[in-house]
């Protein structure tokens, strides 16, 4: 059974920057596609970004595009999300999940379509 493992979050500024990292055991992710989601108080779970079992293919919500980066290291059975220029409505609950899936067609916004979930770690972005 795949158990994933967020770490990384905590207080940035606006403006600043946090690097999120989805750490899996119990299995290897390289079979995996891994999309990063977020929960802000209040709000339906968000589909972040997503990124193919290679890393060749990524995604990105339009609300993130130019300031996240996802990138993964299948060595380290790691994916990352590198957060930029983070702005207070980036405040939320960031969850990483994985399944075994093509991104090509995946619906990857949809948390329903993902098997494993890590228990999710908090961004608060404020001054």
């Known amino acids: 059974q795949l158990q994933l493992v967020e770490s990384g979050g905590g207080l940035a500024q606006p403006g600043g920057s946090l690097r999120l990292s989805c750490t899996a055991s119990g299995g290897t992710l390289d079979l995996n596609a891994v999309g990063w989601f977020r929960q802000a108080p209040g709000k339906e779970r968000e589909g972040v970004s997503c990124i193919s079992a290679s890393g060749g293919s990524t995604n990105y919500a339009d609300s993130v595009k130019d300031r996240f980066t996802i990138s993964r290291d299948n060595g380290k059975n790691t994916v990352y999300l590198q957060m930029n220029s983070l702005k207070p409505e980036d405040t939320a609950v960031y969850y990483c999940?994985?399944?075994?899936?093509?991104?090509?067609?995946?619906?990857?916004?949809?948390?329903?379509?993902?098997?494993?979930w890590g228990q999710g770690t908090e961004v608060t972005v404020s001054s």
């Open positions: 999940a994985a399944v075994r899936a093509g991104l090509l067609l995946f619906p990857w916004r949809d948390p329903s379509e993902y098997d494993y």
